[in-house]
């Protein structure tokens, strides 16, 4: 049984599907926009498996490339960057043009490259915590939703805080942020399928991933 967080309701059940269908239920739920890559969100909570997951699916998707939100807020606002994603990203997308932006940390950081994304692209991911946002929802095509246990999460960041890639002060900073915003946007809602990076059911990560059907909403 998994703990999770206020609002959050649990999935379930949990069934063992080939990353093969998983892609081919996110080919079926996003569709094919004319003249522009479909847009697929994955969202979840920070340590969820969400980049992971997206990795592994872009890898079966054609022509698939993979968005950062954590590239977005770089330097900026942990979660107040939903007009950065809108008009660097989403809408050059829908316009069927590349993607080449800089946003303003990466400049005033003197951070080189750019997030981009080919013309040609026929799918990009945006994963990340509050990929699938109510703000961007409209420019979004599908979204999945991973749901993570709260207990295995903090494990996993506390690996991430004793391998110093985040300080402990910025670690319950960003926390203290987090748990607020995904309770308040509850992207689930919008999900058309729940994934879990934190499941205990015996199968391999490397070519299946555990899904369950949307819960009711309370």
Not at 5 to 19: D, F, H, K, N
Not at 82 to 110: I, K, N
Not at 142 to 160: G, H, K, M, P, Y
Request: charged share 25%; hydrophobic share 45%; glycine share 8%.
């Amino acid at each position: 049984m998994m703990t999770l967080g206020e609002g959050e309701p649990a999935a379930g059940p949990w069934t063992v599907e080939s990353l093969d269908d998983f892609a081919r239920q996110v080919i079926e739920a996003a569709g094919a926009p004319t003249g522009r890559p479909a847009i697929v969100a994955v969202d979840g909570r920070s340590s969820s498996g969400k980049t992971t997951l997206s990795g592994r699916l872009a890898r079966l998707l054609p022509d698939a490339c993979v968005v950062h939100t954590d590239d977005i807020a770089w330097w900026h606002s942990a979660f107040v960057w939903s007009d950065l994603l809108v008009t660097g990203v989403l809408e050059p997308l829908h316009r069927g043009t590349e993607v080449r932006f800089r946003p303003p940390a990466w400049d005033t950081r003197e951070r080189s490259g750019a997030i981009e994304v080919p013309a040609d692209a026929a799918y990009v991911i945006v994963e990340g915590v509050g990929a699938g946002r109510r703000e961007v929802a409209h420019l979004v095509d599908a979204t999945v939703w991973v749901q993570s246990d709260l207990a295995q999460i903090e494990r996993r960041n506390d690996v991430r805080v004793a391998a110093g890639e985040i300080s402990p002060s910025n670690y319950a900073s960003w926390m203290r942020e987090e748990f607020p915003f995904v309770a308040d946007q509850r992207a689930w809602e919008r999900a058309f399928v729940i994934a879990t990076g934190t499941s205990d059911l015996p199968h391999d990560p490397d070519t299946q991933v555990m899904l369950a059907p949307l819960p009711s909403h309370p």
